[in-house]
């Protein structure tokens, strides 16, 4: 099967070094199998959009030269395709609606099954997908053999809140489906998502996909580089330094310190996966 690869940031925020580092892994990995590499903006969650993070994301793309071997898409203008998903799973019987308020939930972080048999009606309620009580394990190409028993550890989970605003769960599935990915190259923060994802793709009959969850960039604070943690935006004046740095930081052998298309070039004829570190965290903070 050819590989079909993508980088999906989400636009709460601009992108950041740890950012940058999944781009080039996921870049580096799918032409490296002589496969495509696309990119989607995920947006469902609207209200959390980062006023201009949307045209600083494109704006990387340019500026570190990454081409998209497909025009990108952004989720937001999709949903219609994910309702018509949860209205399959309801079909099917394999969802329902949901009263339930974070507050009526409290601290309890494993769902219940509390609104499973009320048979609720869908407008103006969560929408929640039913789990089963059995393992869900998946073998991460750095991190090894990782499992889950959905209905043990989270329970039933939402795949649309009660403000109309599509999970990322459901819509990630739908995706990768529709855009025909066969592997996923994402940060190490995401690898607790994987069976969630897996499991929606088994009811809805999606191919499986590979998965690679690569380790997070830290700063000084022993925190990942996140939005939320303050993480400095790329400086799209100091690419190739920026770009040179990232592979360093995936352990790939050097590079020239050139324009980015010719150093993404070198890393795609130098990729091995064997030199970046089976861990969940890397050595060193960064900015």
Avoid at 116 to 123: A, H, M
Wanted: hydrophobic share 40%; net charge negative; charged share 20%.
């Amino acid at each position: 099967m050819a590989y079909v690869g993508r980088f999906a940031p989400s636009p709460t925020g601009p992108l950041h070094f740890g950012s940058l580092i999944t781009a080039v892994a996921s870049y580096c990995d799918a032409h490296a199998h002589q496969g495509k590499w696309l990119v989607r903006i995920e947006d469902t969650d609207i209200p959390r959009i980062y006023p201009g993070s949307e045209d600083h994301i494109l704006r990387c793309i340019d500026a570190f030269q990454f081409e998209a071997d497909d025009a990108i898409i952004f989720q937001k203008d999709r949903l219609d395709l994910y309702d018509a998903v949860i209205d399959q799973l309801h079909k099917n019987h394999l969802v329902y609606a949901c009263q339930c308020t974070r507050k009526m939930l409290g601290s309890n972080h494993i769902y219940a099954g509390t609104c499973r048999d009320l048979n609720l009606p869908f407008e103006h309620h969560a929408i929640r997908v039913k789990v089963s009580d059995r393992e869900i394990c998946f073998n991460d190409r750095l991190q090894g053999t990782h499992c889950s028993n959905l209905q043990q550890d989270l329970g039933d989970f939402v795949l649309k809140r009660r403000d109309g605003i599509i999970n990322y769960q459901l819509a990630v599935v739908v995706d990768d489906y529709l855009q025909g990915m066969t592997h996923v190259v994402r940060g190490a923060d995401l690898l607790d998502n994987t069976e969630r994802q897996i499991w929606l793709g088994s009811i809805l009959g999606y191919p499986k996909l590979e998965y690679m969850h690569l380790p997070l960039a830290m700063n000084d604070q022993g925190q990942k580089l996140s939005k939320q943690n303050m993480a400095q935006a790329l400086d799209l004046n100091r690419a190739p330094e920026l770009l040179q740095q990232a592979i360093r930081a995936l352990h790939q052998p050097e590079v020239d310190l050139d324009t980015p298309a010719h150093m993404l070039r070198q890393a795609i004829a130098q990729w091995d996966i064997q030199h970046i570190p089976h861990t969940k965290e890397l050595e060193g903070s960064y900015l």
